[in-house]
Nanobody, 121 residues
Framework: QVRLVESGGGLVQAGGSLRLSCTAS????????MGWYRQAPGQQRELVAT???????HYADSVKGRFTISRDIAKNAAFLQMNNLKPEDTAVYYC???????????????WGQGTQVTVSP
């Protein structure tokens, strides 16, 4: 499977910014969609943002206007620029990659190990 490694998490005060990075390595599958998900303590993992290979993006309502997802297809990388962070954004953030089917076979999604984002009041 494709290996995903996240970086850029940390501790920041409310109103601050962080930029998360995700780099894919290992098996060279064509990745159709890349995205960011997050999971706070006691909650289910939720979608934050996705970006398709053509550039179409999706955002959770809670982050619209504050977060921006982007990708560098040539480098197999995805990024999440997070501005005006709120304490409610505190969570472990996971990178996700959905590959294209290969001759009728759908490879499983790849997930990173996660990076902790903590926003203090």
């Amino acid at each position: 499977q494709v290996r995903l490694v996240e970086s850029g998490g940390g501790l920041v005060q409310a109103g601050g910014s962080l930029r998360l990075s995700c780099t894919a390595s290992g098996n060279h599958y064509d990745i159709n969609v890349m995205g960011w998900y997050r999971q706070a303590p006691g909650q289910q993992r939720e979608l934050v943002a996705t970006v398709e290979i053509g550039g179409i993006t999706h955002y959770a309502d809670s982050v619209k206007g504050r977060f921006t997802i982007s990708r560098d297809i040539a480098k197999n990388a995805a990024f999440l620029q997070m501005n005006n962070l709120k304490p409610e954004d505190t969570a472990v953030y996971y990178c996700n990659a959905k590959p294209r089917p290969i001759r009728g076979w759908m490879p499983p999604d790849s997930w990173g190990q996660g990076t902790q984002v903590t926003v203090s009041p």
